[in-house]
């Protein structure tokens, strides 16, 4: 295993201190636990705060999209494990300005009991709360199935759209509609080459033979829809994105955001690569690509792979991803 | 059993529990994330250490609750949430208890059964640790005595874990293996079993 | 060998063609060479243009900072190889807004050579040209000859420089006068875990034993001063910024920009490790941290490594580095 | 021989040189970035594709300096680079010649050796491509006849570039290496001989 860490045990609170050392403007803690993190203005008076929180490993995901425009708060956990309770109890107060607080958070059992848990705390603290999970992994189940389908880099979407949102002084309900309308209209699939070694364990993610790519994988290397032989980047571009304009329904006259990520080792190059192929593959369909993102947004540590992430747009969802926004990993505007 | 015995017995049984963390961190590698071991490691420690702050006056509940709280925050998970709140729900079958024998602990555990099925959104069959303490709280609910009770809900649980063998996941990570999943028994199932088997290993030795 | 590419010889015109596919309001290639991008306002008429360039496999260096407040074009060789003297030529008449232009790249022999047969075929053309060599590697030389050094991830501060002082109507010698002094204040060090696969030969950029890594390492796994155990972050932090400090003569009341770069494959979560120590080191001297940079900046395909670079500031070279900056890749201000 | 020979046998040895191109490689693997197979390997393709371009009537100067340019532009790089240069300096002393012997071959090859450390800031001993060139400039300048020249700038070529294995790199990448450039030859030098070794091989074919 050959990390840059101390004892594994202490790695995701020392990454956490790094990034408040590093943006005490942007971010702060606001009691004694490391893992818990508001934007640095918490909480905005009469707006509603949005709280997301999961494992660590997967930076910018989670705690890259806290900020003014995004995310209020953030409950960290573990490597790949949820944060607890108490935690996201604690990110909860720190941000309620007293309209009520969102949690949005990826699809994942641990975490979806652990803010379950804080939603009760929270109502007996008063706070009002309501959730959002993403849940855009197309790979994961069935559309007939998607509610529960996984959260992965489609998420952030849907951070931008509840941030702006909020932002412009949305009610609690407001807030949860438009970011409701965004993850139904987001999809995502990616694809595995090489697995994360976990700090703690000194295991890979998963395991994968030679020259062999896993379709479909999630963020913590959860094994996808199935196994083949590596393809080329086209094809590649080709099977992903035809796949995601299948699930959402798009077709001539579809606007588009496009969302090429890497999974942390694959170069920024690669991702070039297929978005090029993606751009021509959505042009080629009539399909008009409004917004792209291309780089690092939702990782697996050092795994090795991407995902392709398509939201629809129409005016409102457009407008929302335009509003300025500002965090230690993301700025639009 | 008394609060300071019970409390004795939970603390045994985890430091034993321990000794299976690899086995359960390499199920859960295989159908999940690979975290089990630790969930069962530093929650069992956390669960240990603050149950030796407890005074030796401490009502089964107390110790309960305390439990509880304790492995729901060492390391978040499924695991520990959903064991968090089963401990919670059984806790309130004691209240105003200061002996436990079998009937305070088959229903507790049918308490803590039904905590995950309402909480997991899942049911027997599903793959899932549900499947061992359904097997165990069964088993519980028909025995005699309390030493019939433990070698049956053991049993009962072994049983079950094998059964998940051939099962396909349906909640939580496993099920995104989908047909794949089929093939290893449920790692949170085995998890159960093997506390049990730490318990019954505690109850025969001398006192 | 696992990367998301189509044939090996396509690589670096498919990934350009992504960058511009992507960016068209800030990029654009005056010609049909792909291998040669500009800023997609250039020229500027009455200020100095800055080019750039050098081999692929480093995004965001040297095409990411092409755009507004940075350099003015580049010129794109192959994985780890030189443009050629044609390509270079073509940027500058591209970016020439009658100011002269500035040659501003890492001191690789090979890009030496071919911008230097580029400057005298612009002088033909009636271009002035004047020469800036990024040359912060501590490790590649000691300071007694510091103008052999290699240029690594440091050069962003030179860049920053740069295209600040040309945005703000700068002469050409003015510019080459202000990019010297950062050169001249900037120092980095970096260490490599792991190796990259080259695209073209499938064979590793070096070979490390396990358990080892190498302190010096270029970015192109050229090996560095020595090879040693693989140490903790916070030796390793302690280590580096040591290093640079000595270098640079730093001390108590030194103010300094920071930058952690990952060099590929190494997670954002381990560059905030580092930064961690790195802040703690400079601060427990009194040396103040005025601005920070972590993340991938100069990278080198999926290498697993990190660098440090510091620029000693003063309030000119402040200011610099504060004026806004545009391209895709960054952003200031 | 006159210019359409000459362009033949450039092409000839070029094409012969190519198979040396995974031994180039992996010495610039080494001791450098290992492109250098890519380097003569494009930069060869490049040339040939060139000079079979070029009309019966071509001057050996103009053959130099399309070469240069293939050569240049094929895959730039270091060598890439300064054997461009080296061949315009070298076309420079054919200017007016029609018919080159050995004491144009000497003058070119000294001409070439002149840019290279010129360009290159290097010295006979900084472990490069120069040591090999010096070397077999000088055995040309003082050959008695053009297979004597052959021979004996083979031989020196070789000698030097065997030199060149105790030698630390003080130029190019291979100089960052410092005291552990010691133990191979150098690439580029090598990759000189090699071409010397295929121009006296096709120079043994029956015309
Ligand atoms: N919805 C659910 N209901 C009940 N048990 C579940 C559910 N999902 C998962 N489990 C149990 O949790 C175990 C995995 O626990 P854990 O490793 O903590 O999960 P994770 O790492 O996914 O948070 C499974 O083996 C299964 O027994
Ligand atoms: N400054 C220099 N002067 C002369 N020859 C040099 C110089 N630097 C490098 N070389 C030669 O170039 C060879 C490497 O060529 P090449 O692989 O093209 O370099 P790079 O990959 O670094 O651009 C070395 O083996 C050496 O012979
Ligand atoms: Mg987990
Ligand atoms: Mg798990
Ligand atoms: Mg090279
Ligand atoms: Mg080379």
Redesign the interface.
């Known amino acids: 295993m050959k990390k840059i860490i101390n004892a594994p045990e202490d790695f995701v609170d020392e990454f956490v201190e790094g990034i408040l050392l590093a943006h005490p403007d942007l971010v702060r803690t606001p009691g004694d636990d490391l893992r818990v993190m508001v934007r640095a203005d918490a909480p905005l008076a009469g707006k509603v705060g949005i709280v997301t929180g999961g494992g660590s490993g997967h930076l910018p995901l989670f705690k890259g999209y806290v900020g003014a425009g995004l995310c209020s708060g953030v409950a960290i956990?573990?490597v790949?494990?949820?944060?607890?309770?108490?935690?996201i109890l604690q990110a909860t107060k720190a941000v309620d300005g007293g309209a009520g607080v969102l949690y949005l958070y990826g699809n994942?059992?641990?975490d979806v009991?652990?803010f379950?848990?804080a939603c009760d705390l929270a109502e007996l603290e008063g706070i009002p709360t309501a959730t959002v999970l993403g849940r855009d992994d197309v790979a994961?189940q069935p559309r007939e199935r998607k509610h529960?389908r996984?959260g992965v880099a489609g998420i952030l979407f849907a951070y931008k759209a509840a941030g702006a949102a909020a932002e412009r002084g949305d009610s609690l309900e407001q807030v949860v509609a438009v970011t409701e309308d965004v993850v139904e209209h987001t999809a995502t699939i990616g694809i595995g080459l090489a697995p994360t070694i976990?700090p703690?364990?000194g295991?890979p993610?998963f395991e994968l033979p030679d020259g062999e790519m896993e379709i479909g994988i999630?963020i913590?290397?959860?094994?996808g829809s199935r196994r083949g032989p590596l393809e080329t980047a086209d094809e590649i571009a080709d099977h992903l994105t035809s796949a995601l304009v299948d699930d959402l329904g798009l077709g001539e006259g579809s606007r588009v955001a496009v969302l090429v990520n890497g999974l942390g080792a694959t170069p920024l190059e690669e991702l070039y690569v297929l978005y090029r192929r993606t751009h021509r593959f959505l042009a080629d369909r009539g399909i008009e690509i409004v917004k792209k993102y291309v780089g690092e947004y939702a990782t697996s540590l050092e795994m090795a792979g991407a995902s392709i992430s398509l939201l629809e747009l129409d005016d409102a969802r457009l407008e929302l991803l335009e509003a300025p926004a500002r965090s230690p990993f993301f700025r639009e505007g | 059993m008394r609060g300071i015995e019970l409390n004795q017995h939970i603390r045994a049984s985890l430091a034993l529990l321990i000794e299976s963390a690899d086995e359960l961190?390499d199920l859960d590698?295989a159908l999940?994330?690979?975290?089990l071991?630790?969930?069962v490691t530093a929650g069992s420690r956390a669960v240990i250490t603050e149950l030796e702050q407890l005074g030796d006056a401490a009502t089964p509940t107390e110790i309960a609750r305390t439990a509880a709280k304790a492995f729901?925050?060492a390391?978040?998970?499924?695991m520990?949430?959903?064991v968090a709140?089963a401990l919670l729900s059984g806790s309130r079958t004691w209240e105003g208890k200061d002996e436990i024998g079998l009937p305070e602990a088959s229903a507790f555990v049918a308490a803590a059964a039904a905590s995950i099925a309402h909480?997991?959104k899942t049911e027997v069959g599903d793959k899932t640790i549900l499947d061992g303490i359904v097997a165990a709280a069964d088993a519980l609910a028909s025995a005699g005595d309390p030493a019939e009770g433990m070698t049956s809900a053991c049993d009962a649980a072994a049983r079950a874990v094998r059964e998940t063998t051939e099962l396909q996941s349906r909640?939580?990570?496993a099920?995104?293996?989908q047909e794949?999943s089929i093939g290893l028994p449920d790692p949170g199932a085995t998890a159960f079993w093997r506390f049990l088997e730490a318990w019954a290993v505690v109850s025969a030795r001398p006192h």
């Open positions: 956990g573990n790949f494990s949820s944060p607890s309770s108490d935690q994942y059992g641990g009991f652990n379950d848990l994961s529960d996984r976990m703690t364990t295991k993610s999630g913590h290397g959860e094994p | 961190r590698q999940g994330d690979g975290d071991g630790i969930t729901a925050n390391n978040p998970s499924t520990a949430a959903l709140g909480r997991g909640r939580g990570r099920s995104w293996l794949r």
